[in-house]
């Protein structure tokens, strides 16, 4: 079973100096059969500059909560059992109303003994028309957290750049994938 995650950056733009990170994003949990569900990932923690004129980095936080039920992953919890908490932060710096992805982070809780992390990807990317910036990564799947600079140089235009991370975690279940 895979969980994918994708945080955006630039979700909805406030002005030209700052951008609002969505307060919800979609992560998709998949079984081995095809069956996709939707995890809703929450915003909990959010990191702005001391002043609109200060080019500080900024991050957004967000929380994916998986649940076991019948020996399997869910993406809601009938008893509230959580099985696993994944966090993704992107961290990013503006330039005017130019942005830059400048560091990625996260990791996962495993609360269930049954759980393993088997597999995992890390993708991000800082790009519009004529940049294109992109990284993947393989994150330890015993760490259980990550943090990587993204050696990005080039800003993008907040009207027409994309910025963003999308993380995909290879679940096991006992001695099976679930």
């Given at each position: 079973?895979?969980?994918?995650?994708?945080?955006?950056?630039?979700?909805a733009p406030v002005n030209d100096?700052?951008?609002?990170?969505?307060?919800?994003?979609s992560a998709y949990l998949t079984d081995d059969s095809g069956i996709t569900q939707i995890v809703t990932g929450?915003?909990?923690?959010?990191?702005?500059?001391?002043s609109r004129m200060s080019s500080d980095e900024s991050s957004a936080t967000y929380e994916f909560t998986l649940y076991s039920t019948d020996n399997k992953l869910e993406a809601t919890g009938k008893d509230g059992s959580q099985s696993?908490?994944?966090?993704?932060?992107?961290?990013?710096?503006?330039d005017g109303s130019n942005f830059l992805l400048t560091k990625v982070?996260?990791?996962?809780?495993?609360?269930?003994?049954?759980?393993?992390?088997?597999?995992?990807?890390?993708?991000?990317?800082c790009e519009s028309l004529f940049?294109?910036?992109?990284?993947?990564?393989?994150?330890?799947?015993?760490?259980?957290s990550f943090a990587y600079k993204t050696g990005f140089?080039?800003?993008?235009?907040?009207?027409?750049?994309?910025?963003?991370?999308?993380?995909?975690?290879?679940?096991?279940?006992?001695?099976t994938r679930t």
């Open positions: 079973m895979a969980l994918s995650c994708f945080v955006p950056v630039g979700a100096k700052s951008i609002q990170p969505r307060e919800t994003v929450h915003l909990v923690d959010i990191v702005t500059p001391k696993s908490t994944v966090r993704l932060t992107i961290w990013y710096s503006r982070s996260g990791g996962w809780t495993i609360h269930d003994s049954r759980i393993s992390i088997t597999g995992t990807q890390l993708y991000y990317r940049i294109d910036q992109t990284a993947y990564r393989y994150p330890s799947t015993t760490g259980g140089t080039k800003y993008v235009p907040r009207n027409a750049g994309t910025m963003g991370a999308f993380l995909t975690l290879d679940y096991m279940m006992g001695s």
